[in-house]
């Protein structure tokens, strides 16, 4: 039970990890070519007007939180704290 237990865990903390990382390098991407991405959606392509778009971005990088959070990072945790309980 450990073994699955430690296995699970391992696997939530690297995919978190990994997660991070794909995230800071979506925002570096985004924040480096913002002028061009916001030009290319606002003016070029009329899609959205530049309210509208600050928006989503920022409902975007809530979710990739949420997701990294709650999903990926609380539970590594607990099962951290589980398999000290269990080996103690």
Known sequence: MQETVRLIRDILLRTFL???????LIVGV???G???W???MVVRLALID???LNVVVVGFFALIRFYLIFILLAPALALHWTLKRLNH
């Open 18 to 24: 990994i997660s991070l990382i794909i995230a800071l």
């Open 30 to 32: 985004y924040y480096g």
């Open 38 to 40: 916001d030009n290319l």
């Open 34 to 36: 913002r002028h061009y």
């Open 50 to 52: 530049q309210e509208f």
